[in-house]
């Protein structure tokens, strides 16, 4: 049995941006299915977050990847600035793209006011 879906998206598990990450995913994910990847510092562990777009490159196909960095992350503790967060967002991507070159890898920070900014 083979599952379909459009994208993986990786955030950060802290509650304070749950709501923004689900009205974004509305806004501009419309009518697209993705996985939800929650873990403390989003791509911050980029073994454990590949192992896990691994499983949904192999089982879901995924053609898109959405990685999510946010302020004032506790897992980064004073390291969360948003040149580190850039930092570590371009080498998750590098990461996807050395081992899945044809998938598509949107970058974005996430203030506590709810502005979403690509990077």
Same mark, same amino acid.
């Given at each position: 049995?083979?599952?379909?879906?459009?994208?993986?998206?990786?955030?950060?598990?802290?509650?304070?941006?749950? =709501? $923004? *990450?689900?009205?974004?995913?509305? +806004? !501009?994910?419309? #009518? =697209?299915?993705? @996985? &939800? *990847?929650?873990?403390? #510092?989003? /791509? =911050? @562990?980029?073994?454990?977050?590949? #192992? +896990? &777009? @691994?499983? %949904?490159?192999?089982?879901?196909?995924?053609? +898109?990847?959405?990685?999510?960095?946010?302020?004032?992350?506790?897992?980064? #503790?004073?390291? %969360? /600035?948003?040149?580190?967060?850039? +930092? @570590?967002?371009?080498?998750?991507?590098?990461? *996807?793209?050395?081992?899945?070159?044809?998938?598509? *890898?949107?970058?974005?920070? $996430?203030?506590? !006011?709810? =502005?979403?900014?690509?990077?």
């Amino acid at each position: 049995m083979s599952h379909v879906c459009d994208a993986a998206i990786v955030c950060c598990i802290d509650f304070r941006f749950q =709501k $923004f *990450i689900r009205d974004w995913t509305d +806004q !501009n994910l419309k #009518g =697209k299915t993705f @996985d &939800l *990847i929650g873990f403390a #510092g989003a /791509t =911050k @562990d980029l073994e454990t977050i590949m #192992g +896990q &777009l @691994d499983i %949904s490159v192999r089982l879901h196909h995924i053609k +898109q990847v959405v990685l999510i960095h946010h302020e004032e992350c506790g897992a980064y #503790g004073a390291e %969360s /600035t948003p040149e580190r967060h850039a +930092q @570590d967002l371009q080498k998750a991507k590098a990461a *996807i793209l050395a081992k899945y070159p044809d998938l598509q *890898i949107d970058l974005h920070y $996430f203030y506590l !006011n709810g =502005k979403f900014e690509a990077i």
